[in-house]
Protein backbone atom coordinates (compact mmCIF):
# COMPACT_ATOMS: atom_id res chain seq x y z
CA UNK A 1 0.00 0.00 0.00
CA UNK A 2 1.43 3.43 -0.69
CA UNK A 3 1.71 5.83 1.85
CA UNK A 4 0.11 9.18 1.18
CA UNK A 5 -0.36 12.04 3.48
CA UNK A 6 -4.59 11.93 3.68
CA UNK A 7 -4.22 8.54 5.06
CA UNK A 8 -2.53 6.50 7.16
CA UNK A 9 -1.13 2.84 6.52
CA UNK A 10 -3.26 -0.39 7.36
CA UNK A 11 -1.12 -3.02 8.37
CA UNK A 12 -2.50 -6.05 9.71
CA UNK A 13 -0.51 -9.08 11.28
CA UNK A 14 0.42 -10.91 8.02
CA UNK A 15 2.95 -7.75 7.14
CA UNK A 16 3.57 -8.54 10.65
CA UNK A 17 5.45 -11.84 10.41
CA UNK A 18 5.94 -11.68 6.11
CA UNK A 19 9.85 -10.46 7.09
CA UNK A 20 11.94 -13.01 8.77
CA UNK A 21 13.79 -10.35 11.07
CA UNK A 22 10.37 -9.45 12.49
CA UNK A 23 9.05 -12.85 12.87
CA UNK A 24 12.85 -13.83 14.85
CA UNK A 25 11.87 -10.29 16.97
CA UNK A 26 8.34 -12.14 17.82
CA UNK A 27 10.12 -15.13 18.80
CA UNK A 28 12.49 -13.34 21.03
CA UNK A 29 9.79 -11.08 22.81
CA UNK A 30 7.87 -14.78 23.39
CA UNK A 31 10.36 -15.87 25.86
CA UNK A 32 9.61 -11.99 27.78
CA UNK A 33 9.85 -8.04 27.39
CA UNK A 34 13.17 -6.75 25.99
CA UNK A 35 14.40 -3.18 25.32
CA UNK A 36 15.00 -1.93 21.64
CA UNK A 37 18.95 -2.48 22.47
CA UNK A 38 18.33 -5.38 23.67
CA UNK A 39 16.89 -6.56 20.79
CA UNK A 40 19.04 -5.14 18.38
CA UNK A 41 22.37 -6.81 19.67
CA UNK A 42 20.69 -10.65 18.48
CA UNK A 43 21.21 -8.80 14.40
CA UNK A 44 23.77 -7.70 12.72
CA UNK A 45 22.01 -4.90 11.34
CA UNK A 46 21.24 -1.18 13.06
CA UNK A 47 19.71 0.00 15.66
CA UNK A 48 17.55 2.18 13.21
CA UNK A 49 16.54 -0.71 11.17
CA UNK A 50 15.51 -2.99 14.33
CA UNK A 51 13.32 0.19 15.25
CA UNK A 52 11.35 0.10 11.89
CA UNK A 53 10.89 -3.31 12.63
CA UNK A 54 9.49 -2.91 16.19
CA UNK A 55 6.86 0.31 14.03
CA UNK A 56 5.63 -2.35 11.64
CA UNK A 57 5.27 -4.60 14.94
CA UNK A 58 3.45 -1.80 17.36
CA UNK A 59 1.54 -0.49 14.49
CA UNK A 60 0.07 -4.36 13.44
CA UNK A 61 -0.89 -4.60 17.06
CA UNK A 62 1.75 -7.29 17.71
CA UNK A 63 3.94 -5.92 20.12
CA UNK A 64 3.08 -2.93 22.61
CA UNK A 65 5.23 -0.78 23.86
CA UNK A 66 5.65 -0.15 27.72
CA UNK A 67 7.69 3.31 29.21
CA UNK A 68 9.54 1.85 32.31
CA UNK A 69 11.35 5.00 33.41
CA UNK A 70 13.85 5.97 31.02
CA UNK A 71 13.23 2.87 28.86
CA UNK A 72 10.95 1.37 26.55
CA UNK A 73 10.16 -2.17 26.71
CA UNK A 74 8.74 -4.37 23.90
CA UNK A 75 6.42 -6.98 24.83
CA UNK A 76 4.72 -9.67 22.75
CA UNK A 77 0.77 -9.50 22.32
CA UNK A 78 0.00 -13.10 22.09
CA UNK A 79 -3.73 -12.23 21.79
CA UNK A 80 -2.77 -10.62 18.46
CA UNK A 81 -1.25 -13.86 17.50
CA UNK A 82 -4.26 -16.04 17.99
CA UNK A 83 -5.21 -14.27 14.60
CA UNK A 84 -2.89 -16.42 12.59
CA UNK A 85 -3.62 -19.73 14.66
CA UNK A 86 -7.64 -19.08 13.51
CA UNK A 87 -6.62 -18.49 9.92
CA UNK A 88 -4.46 -21.26 9.89
CA UNK A 89 -7.07 -23.63 11.46
CA UNK A 90 -9.30 -22.27 8.51
CA UNK A 91 -6.56 -23.25 6.18
CA UNK A 92 -5.74 -26.05 7.25
CA UNK A 93 -9.74 -27.02 7.29
CA UNK A 94 -9.89 -26.06 3.51
CA UNK A 95 -6.58 -27.76 2.33
CA UNK A 96 -7.99 -31.05 4.93
CA UNK A 97 -11.11 -31.24 2.47
CA UNK A 98 -9.11 -30.81 -0.76
CA UNK A 99 -6.87 -33.93 0.33
CA UNK A 100 -10.03 -35.72 1.37
CA UNK A 101 -11.07 -35.04 -2.16
CA UNK A 102 -8.16 -36.16 -4.18
CA UNK A 103 -7.92 -39.87 -2.04
CA UNK A 104 -11.54 -39.93 -3.23
CA UNK A 105 -11.38 -39.22 -6.60
CA UNK A 106 -7.66 -41.57 -6.69
CA UNK A 107 -9.60 -44.42 -5.25
CA UNK A 108 -12.45 -44.19 -8.25
CA UNK A 109 -10.05 -43.88 -10.53
CA UNK A 110 -8.56 -47.19 -9.06
CA UNK A 111 -11.84 -49.07 -8.79
CA UNK A 112 -12.35 -48.13 -12.64
CA UNK A 113 -9.85 -49.96 -13.41
CA UNK A 114 -10.17 -53.07 -11.68
Known sequence: MV????????????????????????????????????????????????????KVLVECEVVNQEQQGREIHYHLNSEKMKEIEKWLEQFKKVMENRFNNLDQYLAKLKNQKS
Open 3 to 54: ANKSKPIRRDIFQAIADPTRRAIIFLLAVGAMTPNAIAEHFNSSRQAVSKHL
